[in-house]
């Protein structure tokens, strides 16, 4: 009997609906042994496995309770050790934001074999689907993706001069955000939006400025959200999609 050899593949799912899941993507979760995924994941995706295929729920998402970096790491290991068949499911792109390089590390050191699978990030796609491009000839020759998660350890000084925004676990410290970036520099009438559960059918947005987004949304849940910060965000009334 000729003995299976484990792999481990990190895939992206996309931001959240099945329709956005790339075919190579599919193709990996239907062959599936074990299935390691994220808490942002779309529920419909955890049908594409086969019947016999261990679905373990590691969390990972900001508040909530989730199973250590450490302890998913060994997760991946074991089942590829005994021969496996893994997918390790993340939200968007798993390298943009998606904590992968412990897990690579944690395979290289146990010689496991592995293969990263792209994912459409949110970072490009939930501004998109709500009809707002990141560049324009004349209002935003280039843009840039930040993670807020810890809105201490970021240049605002920077960051502010840059025409396009597109910030990701931000919602919690959406004050804080606007409150730098005109401390910096950047125009209160700044155009904002917040793109709650992008590509979902509970997608909610939110449209503002600097001045105002604060308390437009003072009681609103905003988490999972991209927000999309300067003036193309005027351009959505003509490019969003029309039903």
């Known amino acids: 009997m000729v003995e299976q050899i484990g792999k481990v593949y990190l895939v992206g799912s996309g931001p959240g609906s099945i329709d956005y899941l790339t075919v190579r993507g599919q193709q990996l979760l239907i062959q599936a042994d074990v299935l390691v995924y994220d808490a942002l994941v779309d529920a ?13 729920d590691v969390g990972k998402r900001g508040g909530q309770p989730s199973t250590a970096q450490q302890a998913i790491n060994q997760l991946l290991v074991e089942h590829c050790q005994q021969g496996k068949h893994v997918v390790r499911l993340k939200s968007g792109d798993p390298f943009i934001f998606g904590r992968s390089t412990s897990e690579i590390e944690a395979l290289i050191t146990a ?17 998109l689907l709500a009809g707002i491009p990141l560049t324009d000839p ?24 840059i025409e396009t925004l597109v910030i990701l676990m931000g919602a919690k410290h959406l004050p804080e955000i606007v409150a730098q970036l005109q401390r910096h520099g950047k125009s209160p009438q700044t155009p904002i939006a917040i793109i709650r559960w992008a590509g979902q059918p509970q997608q909610q947005i939110w449209i503002g400025t600097l001045e105002t987004i604060v308390q437009q949304t003072s009681r609103q849940a905003l988490s999972p959200a991209v927000i999309a910060i300067g003036e193309v965000v005027r351009l959505r009334p003509y490019l969003q999609s029309r039903d």
């Open 138 to 161: 004349v209002l935003s020759r280039c843009f840039a993706v930040l993670s807020a998660h810890e809105p201490e350890a970021i240049d605002w000084e920077n960051l502010a001069g």
């Open 111 to 127: 010689n496991c074999a592995f293969e990263v699978i792209p994912g459409i990030s949110s970072a490009l796609a939930a501004p």
């Open 44 to 56: 419909d995706l955890l049908q594409l496995v086969p019947e016999h295929c261990l679905k373990l």
